[in-house]
């Protein structure tokens, strides 16, 4: 059961533009969402998270949206830099124990073109 | 600030030898510590946990195993390998209780091949 969906394996978006990463979720108890970066054969970098207690957070390029009553998030990247050119990786957690425990989504490959 | 380290950065094995990876942590104490694997073409799979010495919680049924003999130190073991163990292994850690809590921090991951 994937409890965690990145529909889109791939994105190609041009140098400059904006990028948006879909990400949606089944379990109703997580709360607490977070953006990994992944280039090949490295371990992945965390970007940008969100408590489920806000709609938005933004640090500078990178603004990640969530929707609850959707079950969806969202990351956009403004402007689009070659650099950013990764696998993109969604995750969530539900607060319990001491443990967080993050699920992931299988990634979306972005590519930003010259 | 806090690093962490994976050693081997790749690592061939046949089927049937044994397996020990190690990953270690700098800059924290009684960080909580993670074992995921990604298989080709998938997303990263949670594998072990653990929030402190000798505690390790398993995620999934699998040919593998867990120890935390020191604080910072998780190491990954399997005294069989099978084919299906081939995959890019990654340690993580998170912060015991913090505003980094749900936020992990991951290694440079090792590379498994198992022919």
């Known amino acids: 059961d994937q409890q965690v969906k990145q529909n889109s394996p791939s994105l190609s978006v041009q140098e400059g533009r904006i990028s948006i990463l879909n990400c949606d979720y089944t379990n109703s108890m997580f709360d607490y969402f977070l953006w990994y970066k992944k280039y090949p054969a490295e371990g992945p970098t965390f970007l940008i998270s969100i408590s489920s207690i806000k709609d938005k957070n933004e640090d500078g390029r990178f603004t990640v949206f969530l929707n609850k009553s959707a079950k969806h998030l969202s990351l956009h990247i403004v402007p689009s830099q070659p650099g950013d050119s990764a696998v993109y990786f969604c995750?969530?957690?539900?607060?319990?124990?001491?443990?967080?425990?993050?699920?992931f989504g299988t990634g979306t490959r972005l590519q930003v073109t010259l | 600030s806090q690093t962490i380290h994976q050693w081997p950065a790749t690592l061939v094995q046949p089927v049937g030898s044994p397996l020990s990876l190690e990953c270690t942590v700098e800059g924290t104490s009684n960080p909580n510590l993670y074992w995921y694997r990604q298989a080709a073409g998938r997303g990263l799979q949670l594998l072990f946990y653990s929030i402190g010495i000798g505690q390790i919680s398993s995620e999934v049924p699998q040919n593998l195993s867990a120890s935390r003999p020191q604080d910072r130190q998780f190491i990954l073991s399997s005294k069989k390998l099978l084919l299906s163990d081939s995959g890019f292994y990654l340690c993580a850690w998170s912060a015991l209780t913090s505003v980094l809590y749900n936020e992990q921090f991951f290694g440079p991951g090792t590379r498994l091949t198992v022919l």
């Open positions: 995750a969530a957690s539900a607060t319990t124990g001491t443990a967080s425990k993050l699920t």
